[in-house]
């Protein structure tokens, strides 16, 4: 069955050509990034959890000591462009995205039925690549040393999430999120309704601004204020508690530069000076949809 | 008490502008230690979350097709199609891109569109021409489209991807409170994220609407 590991090899292979191409232009500290990543992706299942561990240890020592700072190769100059027939080949990438989503489903035995959107859309790559080469005619390294171009523009900023929810795990472990809800519970006064409400939506705020993910705030404030003291003492509806309570921690994502995937990966990629560009344009959006938030829980929650 | 360490050294390391990943990294072995647990653990806990989760990661495969098609002109064609659209604003563009987000990700369609795949190749280009045609002149050096693009991505994306039922933040929500014994259809709690979605499209709507009123004005004051 096609699952998420062909996705890994794909992205394994990729990450081997950007450590080639960075080894080739004496780019050394890239190079190492690149290969300790494509060993991830081909062979993290066999490296163990502590081999797992010092393969982290490895990445953030180079991305620690600066060593990604080197400003991007230039890029050489351009061939004459072409027409709208480009766009066709950009749209195959969700085009096959969606078709394969929809198709996978129906085939369950060929296509494990819940990756079935990232195989569509590794299959929706390799096609626009394969239409790429045959009408274009690039070198045989052209995609990857554009690839890799705008890869370095990304930086380290392309592995915080990853790195975030491992994170996670751990603070799992070491109980931190208990902690968290003990403290919240006693913060809030006996039996206010809108005061148990306020610490429960905020706190799924600033708690996904920390760890850059609504899905690392939830269990710790489901745990600490949404079970006990929203759905068992105020007597909540549970779907609407979890659901909108899910809502404001994404108010939280878009506020955050720990949420580098949505917040700080397009500033990079779009070339901004200011790496919270993008969050200044979120702020004025997030902050009223949050207290609409608050108002729906309140309004919703409890009758 | 002593596990919020963890958190401190984040918002800390953050603050005191700390390489993210070196941050990251310390709080896990603070925490650890915090609660006790050898290094090793630490160091394999980690890991085995590092590797169980590079599903996250695996979206940049498809820069290299992005980057092949943006060598081509991509671009440039994104900005000469708007050019020639009349009547083309980047508030109206950036409004059907919203809603063009929130519905497919509503319908399960998360990674068909993102920064890779759309905003810089299509979108940001698309909305930077028709923000120059509508003040009259260039926009060279102004950050605020090429980010409001991006915003409106991620506002598109969050407040749409939780009406759908397989997402993972649904199924996330209905099994941490199975652990309570509360037990919920994905579709009860998908349903509830449809007023916040529809409150989402208003406001960043509005003032997507806001923005073309600006840039209009800007060229009435230059004439």
Aim: aromatic share 8%.
């Amino acid at each position: 069955m096609i699952g998420l590991g062909a996705v890994y090899v794909v992205a394994g292979v990729m990450f081997v050509a950007f450590a080639t191409l960075s080894l080739r232009a004496r780019r050394l500290g890239h190079a190492a990034f690149y290969a300790l990543l494509a060993l991830s992706f081909l062979g993290g299942d066999r490296l163990g959890d502590i081999g797992n561990g010092v393969l982290v240890l490895g990445l953030v020592a180079i991305a620690g000591t600066g060593l990604l700072k080197r400003a991007p190769t230039p890029a050489v100059d351009a061939p004459p462009p072409r027409g709208n027939a480009l766009f066709v080949a950009a749209l195959v990438i969700p085009a096959t995205a969606v078709a394969g989503t929809l198709a996978f489903r129906l085939l369950p035995s060929l296509v494990d039925p819940k990756q079935g959107t990232l195989v569509s859309l590794t299959l929706g790559v390799l096609v626009a690549l394969a239409i790429g080469y045959a009408w274009l005619r690039p070198r045989a390294a052209t995609p990857f040393v554009e690839g890799m171009r705008l890869m370095d523009t990304i930086g380290w900023a392309a592995l915080l999430p990853q790195m975030l929810a491992s994170l996670g795990a751990v603070f799992a472990l070491a109980g931190v999120g208990d902690v968290v809800g003990r403290l919240a519970g006693e913060a809030i006064p006996q039996g206010s309704l809108i005061g148990a409400v306020l610490a429960y939506a905020l706190g799924m705020t600033l708690f996904t601004m920390v760890m850059g993910n609504a899905f690392a705030a939830f269990p710790v404030m489901i745990a600490g204020i949404g079970v006990p003291l929203l759905i068992h003492a105020h007597h909540g509806n549970p779907a609407v508690v979890a659901a909108v309570g899910m809502l404001a921690g994404f108010c939280g994502t878009l506020m955050t530069p720990m949420a580098a995937n949505f917040n700080l990966v397009p500033a990079a990629l779009l070339g901004l000076g200011d790496r919270y560009a993008v969050i200044r344009q979120q702020v004025a959006t997030a902050l009223p949809l949050l207290a609409v938030n608050i108002a729906l829980l309140y309004g919703f929650g409890f009758r | 008490m002593l596990v919020l360490a963890g958190i401190v050294v984040i918002v800390a390391g953050f603050l005191l502008r700390f390489n993210p990943l070196l941050v990251v990294i310390v709080s896990a072995a603070v925490t650890g230690l915090a609660a006790g647990m050898p290094p090793l653990a630490i160091l394999a806990a980690f890991g085995k979350a590092f590797n169980a989760d590079r599903y996250v990661t695996v979206i940049y495969l498809v820069l290299p097709a992005i980057g092949l098609l943006e060598r081509y002109g991509l671009q440039q064609r994104a900005r000469a199609i708007v050019a020639s659209m009349r009547g083309a604003s980047a508030g109206r563009l950036l409004i059907v891109y919203l809603l063009f987000r929130q519905i497919s990700a509503a319908l399960g369609l998360i990674s068909i569109a993102g920064p890779a795949q759309t905003v810089r190749p299509l979108l940001a280009p698309m909305a930077i021409a028709a923000a120059e045609a509508q003040a009259g002149t260039a926009a060279e050096g102004d950050e605020r489209i090429p980010a409001l693009a991006a915003a409106t991505d991620n506002v598109g994306l969050l407040f749409g991807e939780d009406i759908f039922i397989a997402v993972g933040s649904i199924l996330l929500m209905k099994g941490a409170l199975a652990g309570y014994g509360i037990e919920l259809m994905p579709f009860q709690l998908s349903v509830w994220a449809i007023p916040s979605a529809v409150a989402a499209f208003l406001i960043h709507g509005a003032r997507l609407l806001w923005l073309d009123r600006r840039l209009g004005r800007r060229k009435a004051l230059d004439r």
